[in-house]
């Protein structure tokens, strides 16, 4: 099975491959001993040169890593999955009193594609999407007043994530050889949005009938995830789906669009997909970083010569969003 990239010049996204996979193909997992392991970096090393070389190599060669004494407590971790637990497990009633307009632009608010029939291809999961950082970018009206300490977990996370996202541009930039700041200033800097997302996939009796989005990438810049301890993420490599490893409290990092972009293709934006699991409930909590909706964004100058042209157009975020959505939706995959 060979996964193709998209082709960036025609659509300006690196969303889709241009080969689809197979079902059985997108779901067949590699376990033998000679599948390379998604890499694990330690956040806390003190080598900044050893940090900095181990994210650089981790992005240019996957595209998503694992993150391990990043500084969030795990007590916040555990407030953070158990309050977004609670809040799926209420009546669909009280979850849709957040629901997400159908006639919105934005993507904030509460969705759902559970089906109780499966005996054809189904959508199955219900998620809910609210901006989190910086604080002038929420809008409480799609965060959940049930549980009653949601709104303190969910800032409380905001505010620890800000150091593990400080620290991942800083890394990124200087494997570049630009300034540290360099890339996070490119996507908004202070004005950087943090969209929370909750991914909640009950336990799927057919789960080789279950919709989910094809290999994809992301089309922020960075995803920050924290799972719960049952599999379904997949992360594609050199032809081969391989499941993303748990470890506790570890953090799933993913580089997404707008950083290849900026990279002018150094770094590479993971393909990856999501499953359900057949006998447990599988949450996700992945938050991407974006830049402000108006933010041109295109290849670092310092990375863009006559040897080196640039690979990608420049362009509004907002613009890319609407590009890439678009183009999945053709493809049902947003809802």
Partial sequence: MEVERGVQANIGSLSLSNEQVEPEAAIRTCHNGT?????????NDPDQERLTGAIAEASQEWGIFLVINHGIPSEIIGKLQGVGREFFELPLEEKEAYARPR????????????????????S??????????????????????????????????????????????????????VEGHALKEAVGGDELEYMLKINY??????PDLALGLVPHTDLCSITILVPNDVPGLLAFKDGRSIDV????????????????????????????????????????WPVF???????????????????????????????????????????????
């Fill in 35 to 43: 599948v390379p392991q998604i890499p694990t970096i330690d956040l």
């Fill in 103 to 122: 006639d919105a632009k934005d993507l904030q608010g509460y969705r759902t594609g559970l089906q109780k029939e499966a005996e054809e291809k189904k």
């Fill in 124 to 177: 199955w999961a219900d998620y809910i999407f609210h901006r989190i950082w910086p604080p002038a970018s929420r809008n409480y009206r799609f965060w959940p007043k049930n549980p009653p300490s949601y709104r303190e977990v969910n800032e409380e996370y905001a505010n620890c994530m800000r150091g593990v996202v400080d620290k991942l541009f800083r890394c990124l930039s200087l494997g570049l050889g």
């Fill in 201 to 206: 996939y009950p336990p799927c009796p057919r």
């Fill in 245 to 284: 490893n748990y470890i506790p409290n570890a953090l799933i990092v993913i580089i997404g669009d707008q950083i290849e972009i900026l990279s002018n293709g150094k770094y590479k934006a993971a393909l990856h997909k999501a499953t359900p699991h057949k006998e447990k409930t599988r949450i996700s």
């Fill in 289 to 335: 970083l974006g830049p402000p909706a108006d933010m041109v964004v295109g290849p670092l100058p310092q990375l863009v010569n006559g040897k080196n042209p640039p690979k990608y157009e420049a362009r509004k975020f907002k613009d890319y969003v609407h590009c890439k959505l678009d183009e999945l939706n053709k493809k049902w995959l947003l809802f």
